[in-house]
C-alpha cells in the first residue's frame, strides 16, 4: 500500500478564514512534506517533518502552520491567506532511514478569494 | 539557480517507438536521482530512482541512465504507450545534507510528454 490520503480535495477560502489541510498515510513512514505546486511548475518543498519533529521549514509565512499530531497524520492549518497562496497543496512520506522515495498524496487545490 | 534542469518542455512520441526525457544537474553533491510522473490534477508518482554509484536502474519499460561526469540523467519508456501521456518530473537529492535520514527534493522543471496512438 503505497497511498497518501488528503482531504480536502478542494478548498476555497477568504482571506480572513482559518482552515486546515489533512493528511493521512499508513505506510509505517518516518518522514512527512508538505509542498506546494503553482500551475506548469515543479513542487517546491514547505516542510518536513521526520519522526514527528519539524526538522524543515523553507522559511515559509506564519500564515502556513504545520503541525503532526503523530506518525501517520499530517496537517497545514492556514490563516488570513492571499490570493498568490491560490495553489495545489501537495502531501508526502518518505520511509526514511536510507529510502529517500517520497510517495506523493492527490494534492488540496486551495482557491484564496 | 536552478540546481535541476530539464530542457526540453515537450516532447511527443509515435506509440510504440522509445520516449527519451533528459535532466541536467549541476549540484555535485547530489547523489540519489528520481523520476516522477504527474497527470493534471494528482500528486505525482514515483516512477523510478537511481543512486550515483550505479549509472543504469531499469524496471518494466522505464529505464534510467546516469552519467556523472556530465551530471546528466535520462529516462527511456520502451515501449511508449498513450497512457504514459503525462508530466514527467526529474528529481535530485543530496543524501548527505544536514545527516538526515529524508532526502530533500529538488525538482527540475517537468516534461510534458505526449504519445500518439
Known amino acids: 500500500d503505497t497511498e497518501v490520503t488528503q482531504t480536502p480535495k478542494h478548498l476555497v477560502m477568504g482571506m480572513t478564514n482559518k482552515k486546515s489541510l489533512k493528511c493521512e498515510q499508513h505506510?509505517?513512514?518516518?518522514?512527512m512534506y508538505w509542498y506546494k505546486q503553482k500551475a506548469k511548475k515543479p513542487p517546491e518543498l514547505m516542510f518536513v517533518?521526520?519522526?514527528?519533529?519539524?526538522?524543515i521549514n523553507e522559511s515559509v509565512p506564519s500564515r502556513f502552520s504545520p503541525e503532526c499530531p503523530n506518525s501517520s497524520l499530517l496537517n497545514l492549518h492556514l490563516h488570513a491567506l492571499q490570493p498568490e497562496d491560490s495553489a495545489l497543496y501537495l502531501c508526502?512520506?518518505?520511509?526514511?532511514?536510507?529510502?529517500?522515495?517520497?510517495?506523493f498524496g492527490p494534492g488540496t487545490r486551495l482557491t484564496v478569494t | 539557480d536552478q540546481q535541476v534542469k530539464q530542457n526540453s518542455p515537450s516532447l511527443s512520441v509515435q506509440e510504440g517507438r522509445i520516449s527519451i526525457l533528459n535532466c541536467d544537474y549541476t549540484?555535485?553533491?547530489?547523489?540519489?536521482f528520481l523520476w516522477y510522473k504527474k497527470y493534471p490534477a494528482e500528486g505525482p508518482t514515483f516512477l523510478i530512482s537511481?543512486?550515483?554509484?550505479?549509472d543504469k536502474n531499469e524496471d518494466g519499460r522505464f529505464t534510467v541512465f546516469l552519467n556523472k561526469s556530465a551530471k546528466h540523467l535520462s529516462l527511456h519508456i520502451v515501449p511508449s504507450q498513450p497512457g504514459d501521456s503525462a508530466v514527467y518530473f526529474c528529481?535530485?537529492?543530496?543524501?548527505?545534507?544536514?545527516?538526515?535520514?529524508?532526502?530533500?527534493?529538488?525538482f527540475g522543471q517537468g516534461t510534458i510528454l505526449t504519445v500518439h496512438p
Open positions: 549540484n555535485s553533491m547530489f547523489d540519489y
Open positions: 537511481i543512486s550515483s554509484i550505479k
Open positions: 517533518y521526520s519522526y514527528e519533529k519539524l526538522s
Open positions: 505506510m509505517g513512514h518516518r518522514a
Open positions: 508526502a512520506s518518505s520511509q526514511g532511514g536510507g529510502a529517500y522515495e517520497q510517495y
Open positions: 528529481a535530485a537529492s543530496d543524501r548527505n545534507a544536514g545527516g538526515t535520514s529524508y532526502g530533500k527534493l529538488t
